[in-house]
């Protein structure tokens, strides 16, 4: 007979006293095929320079695992919180991640 064994512990996370948090509306993902680099940074209204306050760097493996822990936490949020909505007829970046659009100016008169 075999005992299963104890799911293992999980680490114990410390982070430094000077440790900044910072906000991001943005993220920038690119790849090579041995990682993963995503920017966050954080766009002002009106403005059109985002400064990038992080860089992760990832393996593919950990980057699927972050995925999977988002959607996971994304759901208990939900659950708790109620759905986020998604704009429809466009992509997430054109709603959440453009740089602010100006109102049309009014066409001249003919």
């Known amino acids: 007979m075999t005992v299963p064994l104890p799911p293992p512990a999980s680490p114990a996370l410390e982070a430094p006293t000077d440790l ?16 993963l680099v995503i920017d966050f940074a954080h766009l002002l209204p009106g403005e059109t320079r985002a400064w990038i306050g992080a860089r992760i760097l990832m393996s593919p493996l950990s980057a699927k695992l972050l995925q999977r822990a988002l959607s996971e936490n994304l759901a208990r ?29 009014d066409p001249p008169d003919k």
């Not at 991001?24 to 041995?34: D, F, G, K």
């Not at 919180?81 to 602010?100: C, E, K, M, Q, W």
């Open 20 to 35: 900044k948090s910072i906000y991001s509306n943005l993220a920038r993902i690119a790849h090579s095929p041995a990682d």
């Open 77 to 105: 949020y939900e659950t708790a919180y109620g759905s986020i909505n998604i704009p429809v007829n466009s992509t997430l970046a054109d709603n959440l991640f453009r740089p602010h659009q100006p109102p049309p100016e």
